[in-house]
């Protein structure tokens, strides 16, 4: 199979060209560097140091023995993707090629711009690119979980059969998103809907929960090859941000009463998850919407779980309630539906303490290169200061 990665030098897209790759498939990448730049603007980078995209690519050929074809661009520009999609000629189209932190887009008008403009013009760029040059290839799309919100009641898998005045149907799932982020990936989602429906193009949107983790088995296999790790309060989801601050002695920063709940899973999982939605194509103008994550926490849950894993390791771990710069709801009911992966075949990878331990132990080895001046956060939901931490 011809699989296009865009995002394919990020934290997901690089581990997902590998594990293509590695499995014998022709492999291309596309990336703008963008989340390199954004992070280093914010004044922070990598936990992990990672090598440029041309010394990953000549270590994965001298590793594997295979090679991935690199392409460098903004898929929102000009026509860009549309001259990489007609020259690559996918099956497969991976897209992680978007602005991926909701406290960044929420950061300042500049941002949200940025973010909007990136993620929706990207995409749509991408869906004409298709319509025109690979009208047959599959599109893997990252969605988020986010897109819901916290409904009171039970979140189905992209679609909600509904009665209204004695009549049925079948309609796509109400949204709620939290932030300008998560509401550029449910214009992403309609959009796509509507080129499946309109163009006949076949899709899969993934909403995936908040992923963990920094090993893969491809990224164990030469240092060069390790993916990035962020910890601050941009780009750090919470397990990967606790884990940070466990092993440096900072407390950590569960945000308010910490009752927030949410889908969650392992890096290892996520490129599972791909790879059986590729080999698993919907039928033409179809647009399937899988769920993906593997376990509910609420983020004290989480806090606790890895102040446990610290004390095993030696480890002084405290906790912190601060307040919340969202605005989110802090208890709320949450029932995400999510079998259809599991159905297609998916293993669960599911956080034990041992594997908390195993991030901790990763982490140590960088310790050096944390900067603890960007973990706090500082970015707010609406204009109005923080105040002190709530206990």
């Not at 990953?56 to 001259?83: C, H, M, N």
């Amino acid at each position: 199979m011809r699989v296009l990665i865009l995002g394919g030098d990020g934290y997901l897209g690089w581990p997902t060209a590998m594990r293509f790759s590695g499995q014998g498939h022709e492999v291309g990448v596309v990336d703008s560097f963008a989340r390199r730049r954004w992070v280093e603007e914010a004044g922070s980078h990598s936990l992990t140091p990672i090598t440029s995209l041309e010394e990953r690519l000549q270590a994965w050929s001298e590793v594997s023995g295979k090679d991935i074809e690199p392409y460098v661009g903004d898929i929102s520009e000009g026509t860009f993707i549309a001259d990489v999609v007609r020259e690559f000629e996918p099956e497969a189209i991976v897209h992680y090629g978007e602005q991926p932190s909701a406290p960044w887009s929420m950061r300042s008008v500049d941002n949200a711009v940025v973010t909007q403009a990136n993620n929706v013009i990207g995409s749509l760029k991408l869906l004409w690119a298709m319509r025109d040059h690979a009208p047959d290839a599959h599109l893997i799309k990252l969605g988020t979980m986010g897109e819901y919100g916290t409904p009171n009641i039970d979140i189905e898998e992209g679609f909600i059969e509904i009665e209204h005045n004695g009549r049925k149907d079948t309609l796509p799932f109400p949204k709620l998103p939290g932030s300008l982020y998560h509401l550029s990936k449910v214009h992403d989602s309609h959009n796509i809907h509507f080129a499946c429906r309109i163009w006949g193009l076949k899709a899969t949107d993934l909403n995936q929960g908040v992923v963990y983790g920094i090993e893969t088995p491809e990224t164990k296999l030469d240092e060069r090859l390790i993916t990035r790790f962020d910890y601050d309060e941009l780009f750090g989801t919470a397990l990967n941000r606790f884990a940070v601050q466990a092993v440096i002695g900072h407390p950590l920063t569960v945000y308010g009463r910490g009752g927030q709940t949410r889908g969650f899973l392992n890096i290892v999982d996520t490129l599972q998850c791909v790879m059986l939605t590729a080999e698993n194509p919907p039928a033409s103008g179809e647009y399937r919407v899988f769920n993906q994550f593997t376990e509910v926490f609420n983020v004290a849950d989480l806090a606790e779980k890895v102040r446990h894993a610290g004390g095993e390791l030696g480890i002084d771990v405290q906790v912190d309630h601060v307040v919340n710069p969202r605005l989110e709801l802090e208890e709320h009911y949450y029932n995400p539906t999510h079998t259809k992966l599991l159905e297609l075949g998916l293993e669960p990878t599911l956080l034990s303490e041992t594997l908390i331990e195993s991030m901790l132990e990763v982490v140590r080895r960088y310790r050096d290169r944390v900067l603890p001046d960007v973990i706090d956060p500082v970015t707010l939901w609406r204009p109005e200061p923080l105040g002190q931490p709530a206990h």
